[in-house]
């Protein structure tokens, strides 16, 4: 047994002392947690993965916003593109409306009034000016120039006194404006042959096959041509007795 005092000093003894050093590698391995890492996409990379296996996962998130960004600048380009076509478009149907909108219109026009203004007239009854390229007149064997002023031999040679005539002659790229006559032929002034040459006019538009043919331009150069037979019959003149009665 051991005598009672004895065992009064060895409960009195303290504990042995720990080695500090191994006491903070227990409590290091003890405490020890898991270190992660952000990744790129918002989640977590756990710090057992591999560096190959991070920059994976950086290349497929930077791949997936490189898609994007081409989604993106495509449909760009694709609306940038449909709003040129729809520009070219509008365009184009502006220009066709303003060229129908100035569409010149020549015509013809014989006219019996009984006076000095009794002649040929050439009117533009568009809404748009009209430019002249050329001008001919013809009986069907012979054609004669209108732009050099061959009115006195056409009047020649269908045996009529040019004399009794006032003319003009179309200018090429002369302009005819519309709702705006031009007078090719018109009756003299002169009164002491107003009888004479109200004979020789009333020859003139009795001329059968005369044709005045003209081509022409509008401002935006689209070309028309007219060619027309302006000669009156027996019949329309029997239907107006006051211009008869001038004529005989």
């Not at 918002?42 to 997936?64: F, M, V, W």
């Not at 005369?210 to 509008?218: C, E, G, H, P």
């Amino acid at each position: 047994m051991i005598p009672p005092r004895e065992a009064d000093e060895n409960l009195g003894k303290a504990a042995p002392e720990t080695d500090p050093e191994s006491k903070d590698a227990d409590a290091n391995s003890g405490d020890r947690k898991s270190v992660s890492s952000p990744t790129s996409d918002g989640g977590d990379i756990s710090s057992d993965q591999s560096p190959q296996d991070r920059l994976r996962e950086q290349d497929r998130a930077q791949a997936a916003s490189v898609r994007s960004g081409n989604i993106f600048a495509a449909a760009a380009v694709f609306i940038s593109l449909l709003a040129l076509g729809v520009s070219i478009w509008q365009g184009i149907l502006s220009r066709e409306h303003n060229r129908l909108s100035l569409a010149p219109h020549l015509q013809v026009s014989p006219r019996l009034q009984g006076d000095g203004e009794t002649g040929l007239y050439l009117e533009n009854s568009g809404t748009g000016s009209a430019f002249i390229q050329s001008a001919t007149i013809s009986d069907g064997s012979k054609v004669f120039d209108l732009t050099a002023n061959e009115w006195p031999q056409f009047l020649q040679h269908l045996g009529i006194n040019p004399q009794c005539f006032r003319n003009n002659w179309l200018r090429p790229a002369a302009a005819i404006l519309a709702g705006k006559e031009f007078n090719l032929l018109k009756i003299s002034d002169a009164e002491v042959l107003h009888e004479y040459c109200s004979v020789q006019m009333r020859q003139f538009f009795l001329q059968k096959g005369v044709k005045l043919t003209i081509a022409y331009t509008s401002i935006y150069e689209d070309h028309y041509r007219i060619s027309e037979e302006f000669a009156f019959k027996e019949s329309d003149l029997a239907n107006l007795p006051d211009f008869m009665r001038i004529f005989k």
